[in-house]
Structure formats: structure tokens, C-alpha cells
């Protein structure tokens, strides 16, 4: 056989086609990265998306193919498996308010997705975001370098560009860290935030920075507020999309990601937000900066958070 015909190309299943999932079709397949699967259980739906999104293939000069289906099957030998399913926030429900909805639909959704690709690298969007990463973890018992959560890659996107608009500088200048469960509690470190190297402790007054510190923290409720009827779907959708690019080609970048810890910040059998080093099998390698008494204290009340929350979900979906 011809090996240009024989060839196989990386694919990628995202399950759950709201505007998270539909948006990170958009965004893999406009880059070229790989073909999609885009899976709901809403007939329909997904197909339907696939179908626009293929009519714009030739104006978007990409071969990349999208399907969409209903059925697990479809998600045959993944590279990565992307997990959207979920209720989204709406207005005065919290990314915790969501763990008893959500928990069920997680671990039923990944418990599916692995019978059918299991050497994938699972991504997991769905809040509250470290919970429901252990959860798939769980569920389908992979490695746990395997299982990851984006949440990092968004939090410090938040924070970039609001340093960006506060300092009226391009965003390609700044570099920002958030450690930390995704949520109220997330940890932004201004010490590791730099403008092409200079700190912006150098730049901005404390007031400043605790200002932008606490709209990073409630940067997903702000969207929320704004739009009313859901959450945020474009930062999110380009903060995964960054994650299946480094992991689809073994990029080895350093990333904040929901990684599971085993001693590491002296914290063990947890997904929380660390910089990572992700390459083609997910987590390479976890990475320990060096942080303040005030700032590893900050991180433990984040992480007793999650565990707490943690416990409940598996209490009550009877996974203890």
C-alpha cells in the first residue's frame, strides 16, 4: 500500500458541543492540528456543527476533518480526549454550585470515551474544574500524568491581559503564573508576572496589583454577569487548544495545568493547578517554584478546598 495513503492523522474527540466544545473544534481544526470528533448527546447538534464547520474548510485553507456523532464509537483511538460536558455557569451559580450536577455527567462521559481510546491523554474542561479532573482520573484509572485540567493556561491568559490593558502594553510582552484550584481561591503570583523580564511589582503599585489580582479571580463570574445567559467559551476554547497543540506536538512547554500531586507543594493525591512541562503522554514533569510562607498558605487553603469538595463528589456519585 502507499504509505502517503496509509498514513494515520492525529484526532482529537471533544465531548460536549456547546460553545466551549464547538469553539476548540474551530480553533484544532483551523490550525491544523487534527481531525475532530465532536460528540453530544443532543441529536443533531454535533452533526450540524461538523457540517458548518467543513463548509468553511476551503475558505479557512485547512484539510482537517470534523464528524459529528452521538455515538462513543466514533471516538475510536483518540490522541486526546477533551471533556466539555457539563452544565455551564449561569448567573449567581458558582463553579462549586456545579459539582453535584456536573459530577455524574463527567464520570459517565469518561468512563464511555475510554473504553474506546485507551492511550489518550484526557483534557478535562468541565468546572469545578480539579474536582471533576480527579474525577476522570478515577474513572477511567489511567496514568495520572494521563488526566490533566485546563485552568491554569486560562487564569494566567486573564491575568496577562489585564496587566495588558492596565499598563497599555502589548500582551506578547507579559508572562503571568496563577497555581491553585480553579476558582475563588486561585493563587496569582505578581512576583513570577514579568514584563519582558522586569516584575511587574516594579511597575504597578500593591493597589493595582490587588486589583487585578482579585479580577483574575473573579474573571469567569465577571463574563458570566456580562452575558447572563452562560459563561465565557472563547478564552477558554484557546487555552485548551494551546494545551492539545503542546500535547499533539510534543511540545514540552511549561504550562499551568490541574496536574495530580504526589508531594509535590507538599500535597499528595490532588489535582490542583502547577506548572507543568506537557509533551505527547500529558504531564512530563511537575515544577516547584519557590513561594512565600503567605503564598504556600494561600495554596493550602485552595487545595483543602478542593479536597474538600473532592470527598462530597465522591460520596455522592459512591466512588469512596
Request: proline share 3%.
Amino acid at each position: 500500500m502507499n504509505d502517503f495513503l496509509s498514513c494515520q492523522s492525529l484526532r482529537v474527540s471533544i465531548i460536549g458541543a456547546g460553545n466551549v466544545g464547538r469553539t476548540l473544534a474551530q480553533r484544532i481544526v483551523e490550525k491544523n492540528l487534527a481531525d475532530v470528533v465532536l460528540l453530544d448527546i443532543v441529536e443533531g447538534l454535533p452533526q450540524g456543527i461538523a457540517l458548518d464547520l467543513m463548509a468553511a474548510q476551503s475558505l479557512e485553507l485547512h484539510d482537517s476533518q470534523v464528524t459529528g456523532t452521538n455515538n462513543y464509537e466514533e471516538t475510536a483511538d483518540s490522541d486526546v480526549v477533551v471533556i466539555t460536558a457539563g452544565r455551564a455557569r449561569t448567573p449567581g451559580l458558582s463553579r462549586d454550585d456545579l459539582r453535584q450536577i456536573n459530577a455524574k455527567i463527567v464520570v459517565n462521559t469518561a468512563k464511555e470515551a475510554i473504553k474506546y481510546s485507551p492511550n489518550a491523554v484526557f483534557l478535562v474542561i468541565t468546572n469545578p474544574l480539579d474536582v471533576m479532573t480527579y474525577l476522570v482520573w478515577k474513572a477511567t484509572g489511567l496514568p495520572s500524568h494521563q488526566v490533566m485540567g485546563m485552568a491554569g493556561v486560562l487564569d494566567s491568559s486573564r491575568l496577562q491581559s489585564f496587566i495588558a490593558m492596565e499598563l497599555g502594553i502589548c500582551t506578547a510582552n507579559i508572562t503571568a503564573l496563577v497555581l491553585g484550584g480553579h476558582g475563588d481561591l486561585m493563587l496569582p503570583l505578581p512576583r513570577y508576572c514579568t514584563v519582558n523580564g522586569v516584575p511587574i511589582t516594579e511597575l504597578l503599585d500593591r493597589t493595582t496589583i490587588n486589583r487585578l489580582v482579585e479580577r483574575t479571580r473573579n474573571g469567569g463570574g465577571e463574563v458570566v454577569k456580562l452575558l447572563q445567559t452562560g459563561g465565557a467559551y472563547y478564552a477558554p476554547a484557546s487555552s485548551a487548544c494551546l494545551m492539545v497543540e503542546t500535547i499533539l506536538r510534543d511540545q514540552s512547554r511549561l504550562l499551568p495545568a490541574a496536574a495530580y500531586l504526589s508531594g509535590e507543594y507538599g500535597l499528595t493525591d490532588l489535582y490542583l493547578g502547577v506548572p507543568c512541562l506537557l509533551g505527547c503522554r500529558g504531564v512530563k514533569q511537575i515544577i516547584e517554584v519557590t513561594l512565600t510562607e503567605q503564598e504556600k498558605e494561600a495554596l493550602l487553603i485552595s487545595a483543602d478546598s478542593v479536597r474538600k469538595n473532592v470527598s462530597l463528589a465522591l460520596e455522592n456519585l459512591g466512588m469512596v
